[in-house]
């Protein structure tokens, strides 16, 4: 009889142990706010992944070391998408059901965000998207658990068309990767060109296929008739590549060039970079002059000891915005915090911005300008003369957006 009441002390015991052990991990959990990154790691989501990460690690060494959010430390658990929609929405799963995590950040690759704005909007899980484009996020695609702070496809068509047709060109061309990025961009320049320049005339549009690096066959068709400037919705490697290769056939000495020369694609390029290329950027630090641009950029830099790409300034702004969103709320349930977004006024590193309630994009524009040497940056080129156009210029309006997500619905 002793040993039967000593079996059932010790099974007590073990049970109340036990229960303590999940009662400390559910309250070490609650202490804690999970961001779950679907990130684009492997092949050329890397140069990315690489700033992003440092930036989100930035953010969260400093938010930590403040005393966190509403008390509760940042953490981030990161998954490889490897810039596959399928893989994407599986690691998405993954993190909000296995890692619990309570904020998802979006990927790089845009095909992979569609997919993974689904699965947060299944399990009504907030997700940010910093690099990662398509204006289908805020539009046919749109669901009320995302909010964006890149400037999307529209926007930058648009933006180049804005740009171009205060030029004195007519002749146009235009080569881009085919793929739904490129559509889009070149969808929406081929649009706003057209309203804003009526003479215009786009001759020559070239498809190349996603990664393709030998440009020898593309580059006579681009230049047989003659254009006096080429829209590119090139990107990183690709675009560096096509540069290098059109800089023997004398095509800049012809045409104006106009595409996104974002930071790691001017490191790559380095000295093979012509001058006087018309070109933008989502979020150039070394023409953003405000304190917190500033101060972001010297942290970054020391701790790096590189200097921060605009994906990682843009992986920072969204952090600010979710965490002030988090605050505003008093909450980390996705539902108060959508609220908290609507509307929401943060001071950006790009200064003071919104999220607009109808979409939830940020009113973030792009960053115009031409290549020059800089002798801050002695083996890159960098944009000169540059000239912010605003969000509210090149957005879709509020009635156009609507119409969108209605059509879609």
């Known amino acids: 009889m002793k040993r039967n009441n000593l079996a ?11 229960g303590g ?7 070490a959990a609650s202490e804690t706010i999970r961001l779950g990154f679907v990130a684009d790691i492997s092949g050329v989501g890397a140069t990315f992944y690489k700033g992003q990460k440092a930036a989100v690690d930035l953010f969260i060494e ?14 981030v658990i990161v998954r490889d998408a ?32 569609l997919a993974a704005t689904k699965v947060a909007h299944e399990f009504k899980k907030i997700i940010y998207f910093h690099t990662s484009n398509t204006e289908a996020l805020t539009t046919t695609d749109f669901q009320p658990y995302m909010f964006q702070v890149v400037p999307n496809t529209g926007e930058e068509g648009r933006g180049a068309a804005l740009f171009m047709s205060q030029r004195p060109y007519k002749r146009y061309a235009y080569i881009g990767p085919d793929y739904a990025y490129g559509h889009d961009q070149f969808k929406a320049f081929k649009g706003e060109l057209g309203k804003l320049k009526a003479d215009a005339e786009l001759q020559e549009i070239v498809w190349v296929k996603l990664g393709e690096t030998n440009f020898s066959p ?5 230049m047989s008739k003659n254009p006096e ?8 490697g690709q675009l560096s590549s096509f540069v290098k290769q059109a800089k ?24 093979d970079m012509p001058e006087g290329l018309l070109g933008y950027s989502r979020c150039p630090f070394y023409a953003i002059d405000n304190p917190e641009m500033k101060a972001f950029v010297k942290k970054y830099y020391d701790k790096n000891k590189e200097w921060p790409a605009d994906w990682a300034a843009m992986a920072y702004d969204g952090l600010i915005a979710l965490t002030d969103a988090i605050k505003k709320a008093n909450s980390t349930d996705s539902d108060q915090v959508v609220k908290a977004l609507e509307g929401l006024k943060f001071k950006s590193l790009r200064g003071e911005r919104y999220i607009r309630p109808e979409d939830h994009m940020a009113n973030v524009g792009i960053y115009v300008g031409v290549t020059a040497k800089n002798p801050d ?17 090149i957005l879709l309006s509020v009635e156009e957006v609507k119409k969108l997500q209605a059509e879609k619905k």
């Open 8 to 18: 059932v002390l010790i099974v007590v015991f073990c049970l109340i142990l036990a």
């Open 21 to 27: 052990m999940i009662n400390s991990g559910e309250v």
């Open 62 to 75: 400093e938010a930590n070391a403040a005393g966190g959010v509403l008390g509760k430390k940042l953490e």
């Open 82 to 113: 490897q810039l596959k929609p399928d893989i994407g929405a599986n690691m998405a799963r993954e993190l909000i059901l296995s890692e619990k995590c309570d904020f998802l950040i979006g990927p790089t690759s845009s095909a992979v965000a």
């Open 218 to 222: 593309y580059i006579p068709i681009l």
């Open 229 to 236: 400037a080429i829209f590119s919705s090139f990107w990183g």
């Open 248 to 271: 023997p056939y004398g095509v800049f000495n012809k045409a104006a060039l106009y595409s996104l020369f974002d930071l790691d694609m001017l490191r790559v390029t380095g000295m």
């Open 377 to 393: 940056f002695k083996d890159f080129l960098v944009l000169k003369d540059v000239v912010e156009v605003p969000a509210e210029k």
